[in-house]
């Protein structure tokens, strides 16, 4: 069976900084766009950044110039490397795959649990 779990959530203090990972666990052929996602308290969902299986990012507005994605595919594994960070970074973040392949089979859009980051002096 396949799972995402994150971990590297915590309390931050404003401009400090925290590394995010997702760990893609079972026997796992593949897996194609990996992303994180954050929803802060009382809002909807929203992307933070994305990153294909050769590379390619995207990130949110918000975010760019201070978070960087990352992933290692032999590894199974994506982090997310998060500096400057704000109070309005606050936030449960949650790892997505859009696609795993896993013993030859494929299923779409896999979801972590989640984990707290929260940013307050």
């Known amino acids: 069976q396949v799972e995402l779990v994150e971990s590297g959530g915590g309390l931050v203090q404003p401009g400090g900084s925290l590394r995010l990972s997702c760990a893609a666990s079972g026997s796992i052929d593949s897996i194609y766009t990996m992303g994180w996602y954050r929803q802060p308290p009382g809002k909807q969902r929203e992307l933070v950044a994305t990153?294909?299986?050769?590379?390619?990012?995207n990130y949110a507005d918000s975010v760019k110039d201070r978070f960087t994605i990352s992933r290692d595919n032999a590894k199974n594994t994506a982090w997310l490397q998060m500096n400057s960070l704000k109070p309005e970074d606050t936030a449960v973040y949650s790892c997505?795959?859009?696609?795993?392949?896993?013993?030859?089979?494929?299923?779409?859009?896999?979801w972590g649990q989640g984990t707290q980051v929260t940013v307050s002096s």
């Open positions: 997505n795959a859009d696609r795993i392949c896993a013993d030859y089979v494929c299923r779409d859009d896999y």
């Open positions: 990153i294909t299986m050769s590379g390619s990012t």
